[in-house]
């Protein structure tokens, strides 16, 4: 019987049905006919928290949306950094620079208010931008653990500022007549850049200028490193809004600017390390025994709790209509500090393939491949954070993820009983969530079948 027909009763079904009762149901939208359902709760599922290593950052030119800056340093999930590589290209390559003098040099990138983490709103932070000497493929593909060589000594910094993702800024600008303007621009950082940088580019030959791949010949990129303690930065970077400026006056004396992007053909990729001596995790890695109390995940290329689903053989005769897995957020824990580290808004599923490639979990890439919009998203596969309010007055926030068509391929032997937790969108936000395991005592992570009975 189709699944659409169990998904309104599935609430009426959870509500009188015991744990493995047989339950039968006269529904008018489906005719006349009784439905019998059996709803089981009771098995246990295995759970362990698993390093997983480096995640793909960068694909042949695909790069991200977004990417983070910062230092994050918490007694459960130990210390995580992020930093940026990336190419910058010739922008506008049409212009004549003889008898041309430099004004100032500026790296301005874009906010983006939507991925800050941490403690970024109270805490003064350095940025400083190295330039490159090893050089970035464009075309090759790097996982999150990669690095490149750089100078030593930094070609800008912007030391000891509190970053201000949603504020306009107002820059004054010098107009062609000799007048000072002012004009306000999206939210933005920018960093002062050595005019000896803008003095070498301005006096490049045209090849190098007219022709990108010449150009990062000499000019190979540059590394952004920003540090903190506990403050994770996100910016825009594929955007015309983040870009170096070459503030400079021409042979006539006029103000005038070049620029360089980091552009849609340009290689950019954040580089992350985890460090998970002397935290609360560390303990728990590779270790069932301790993950039926607890499981952790986490974003960047941190951890991830892998969930094993049980022997579901005895149900082998009985259609499957819905999967869900629900798991609580651990609320509780001293020095948990959610003001700075809150959950991940969102997570999702993923498992390894035959190829030893992680592919989402089908019912999560069903859900993506067709997702409108948040709502969409939370009734095709779940994963958003929920808030239940409990008889005494505090709240509950756990995670449900639906994951029928997954079971039923455990069922038919076509994937392993594996899979594992991670916040959605990992490689472009900070978050992380500590979830009660399978063995908590008050709220156990629970695996919610539904079947037809003949």
């Known amino acids: 019987m189709p699944f659409t027909k169990y998904v309104l009763l ?82 506008d390559n049409t212009r004549d620079f003889n008898n041309s003098s430099i004004d100032s040099v500026v790296l301005s990138m874009r906010y983006d208010s939507t991925s800050f983490y941490g403690n970024w709103e109270n805490e003064e932070v350095d940025i400083q931008v190295f330039r490159l000497t090893e050089a970035i493929d464009a075309e090759a593909d790097y996982k999150s653990d990669i690095t490149f060589m750089t100078e030593a000594d930094p070609i800008g910094q912007k030391i000891g500022f509190k970053a201000e993702p949603s504020k306009p800024l107002t820059i004054n600008f010098e107009t062609s007549e000799g007048e000072i303007d002012t004009v306000t621009i999206a939210p933005q950082l920018r960093i002062p850049i050595d005019i000896s940088i803008g003095e070498e580019i301005l006096a490049y030959d045209s090849l190098p200028l007219s022709d990108n791949e010449v150009f990062l010949e000499s000019f190979r990129g540059v590394k952004l490193a920003v540090e903190s303690e506990n403050a994770m930065l996100a910016f825009r970077l594929i955007t015309p809004e983040t870009r170096m400026i070459i503030y400079y006056r021409n042979e006539n004396d006029e103000p005038a600017e070049m620029n360089l992007s980091f552009t849609d053909r340009s290689a950019v990729m954040p580089s992350f390390s985890h460090n998970y001596e002397d935290s609360e995790v560390e303990s728990f890695i590779g270790r069932q025994d301790l993950g039926d109390s607890l499981v952790f995940t986490q974003s960047m290329a941190g951890v991830e709790a892998e969930i094993e689903l049980p022997d579901l053989s005895d149900y082998n005769d009985l259609e499957l209509n819905h999967a869900s897995i629900s798991f609580t957020l651990a609320s509780d824990l001293p020095g948990n500090m959610t003001n700075l580290f809150p959950p991940a808004d969102q997570v999702t599923g993923v498992r390894t393939d035959e190829d030893g490639e992680l592919r989402l979990l089908i019912d999560a890439a069903l859900a993506e491949s067709q997702a409108g919009s948040r709502e969409f998203l939370q009734d095709a596969f779940g994963g958003f954070v929920e808030e239940e309010e409990l008889p005494d007055g505090s709240k509950r926030e756990h995670y449900n993820l639906f994951i029928t068509q997954f079971v039923e391929s455990v069922r038919r032997g076509d994937v392993d009983p594996t899979f594992r937790i991670r916040p959605r969108l990992k490689n472009i936000t900070a978050s992380r969530s500590i979830i009660l395991g399978p063995q908590h005592n008050e709220y156990p992570m629970k695996l919610t079948l539904v079947f037809s009975t003949p």
């Open 10 to 91: 599935l609430f009426v079904v959870m509500g009188i049905a015991n744990c493995t009762n047989p339950t039968s149901i006269g529904t008018d939208f489906i005719g006349t006919d009784l439905i019998s359902v059996t709803r089981v709760d009771s098995l246990s599922v295995r759970a362990q928290t698993l390093a997983p290593g480096p995640i793909n950052v960068y694909q042949g030119q695909a790069n991200l949306s977004r990417y983070l800056c910062g230092n994050l340093n918490d007694d459960y999930l130990g210390s995580s950094r992020s930093e940026i590589y990336g190419q910058l290209r010739v922008r």
